[in-house]
């Protein structure tokens, strides 16, 4: 598996050692770059891998069409590219996006896998986002059972509380060397935390945002 180098990404694919199909195409799985979902599917010629590369925006070809489209042209959703990562058998592509406006599919939703049996679910993230965007329904949709309702009718005086029990428990947990115990309290202190995000309406992914500057 390759990668791409950000800092000269045209010369980052060698489009010639990519195995096509016989009818000159490779599948393209495109995929949010900061939770992990995938957002579509389409398909690539060297052509259009080529512009992908050198405009650093995605680009694909149309079967029913036969013909080269920019990814948001007309919608304005363009896809900036992040990394390209090709498989082990050099015949399936993996493209990491940041996906402008956070649609992807023309029907309007984030990602075109949104149908289970026939219903509308949001696509699956990584779990953190996912246990977030349920807080988040949460804080929007009050059940008075939720323990979640019920922390952030409570505000930061209930949500802080909870932060500051549950850091001391990782702690302890921590110094007693219990790693079960570890992985316990540190998933509480991740939910508490989330729970204080969605209180102020910080979004999570400004959070991914500001890990990845400081990963560079």
């Known amino acids: 598996m390759s990668s791409?180098?950000?800092s000269n990404?045209?010369?980052?694919?060698?489009?010639?050692?990519?195995?096509?199909d016989d009818r000159g195409l490779v599948p393209a799985i495109v995929q949010d770059y900061l939770d992990g979902t995938v957002l579509m599917m389409a398909w690539m010629n060297q052509e259009s891998l080529q512009k992908t590369l050198e405009t650093g925006q995605t680009w694909f070809w149309s079967r029913s069409r036969s013909e080269l489209w920019p990814k948001?042209?007309?919608s304005g959703h363009v896809q900036n590219?992040?990394?390209?990562r090709y498989d082990c058998d050099s015949d399936a592509l993996l493209v990491t996006v940041e996906q402008i406006g956070d649609i992807a599919c023309h029907t309007g939703e984030r990602s075109c896998f949104h149908q289970v049996d026939g219903k509308i679910q949001p696509p699956p993230a990584d779990m953190l986002s996912q246990l977030f965007a349920v807080i988040c329904d949460?804080?929007?949709n009050p059940n008075e059972s939720s323990y979640t309702c019920k922390l952030l009718e409570g505000g930061d005086n209930k949500i802080?509380?909870?932060i500051g029990e549950e850091s001391a428990e990782v702690v302890m947990a921590c110094k007693d060397d219990d790693?079960?115990?570890i992985a316990g309290e540190v998933a509480d202190l991740f939910y508490h935390t989330l729970v204080a995000l969605a209180y102020h309406k910080v979004d999570l992914r400004d959070v991914y945002?500001?890990?990845g500057d400081r990963r560079k």
């Open 4 to 6: 791409t180098d950000l």
């Open 9 to 20: 990404l045209s010369q980052a694919i060698p489009t010639e050692k990519i195995r096509y």
């Open 72 to 74: 948001g042209a007309t």
């Open 81 to 84: 590219i992040k990394s390209i």
């Open 138 to 140: 949460r804080r929007d």
């Open 160 to 162: 802080l509380k909870k």
């Open 179 to 181: 790693k079960d115990g």
């Open 209 to 211: 945002r500001k890990l």
